[in-house]
């Protein structure tokens, strides 16, 4: 597999300007990348992940716990328009 394809890139920084930064840690083998939450009461904690699995698809992991509500909104509608699996973590 292509370590990152133009799609993935382009998935990134989308991410990123919704976020309103760029990713704060990525995994040694390049598979995940996370975004660390800046409201106060989730501080330091991980609230947006870009998982690449076996085949190179995105799939995205929010934990909502972690980010406001605009945020959380933004990137549901980012993967539903952009037809990209993802998940929410609510616990």
Known sequence: MEKYTDHILEVVSDLSG???QGYSTLTGDGRMMS???DV???DGNYWLNVIIDDVGR???LIRSRFVDNK???AVIGYCVVN???YEL???
Do not use: K, P, T
């Open 18 to 20: 919704i976020a309103g």
């Open 35 to 37: 975004w660390s939450s």
């Open 40 to 42: 106060h009461w989730a």
């Open 58 to 60: 995105v799939n995205i």
């Open 71 to 73: 945020s959380m909104y």
């Open 83 to 85: 037809q990209i699996n």
């Open 89 to 91: 973590d609510e616990s």
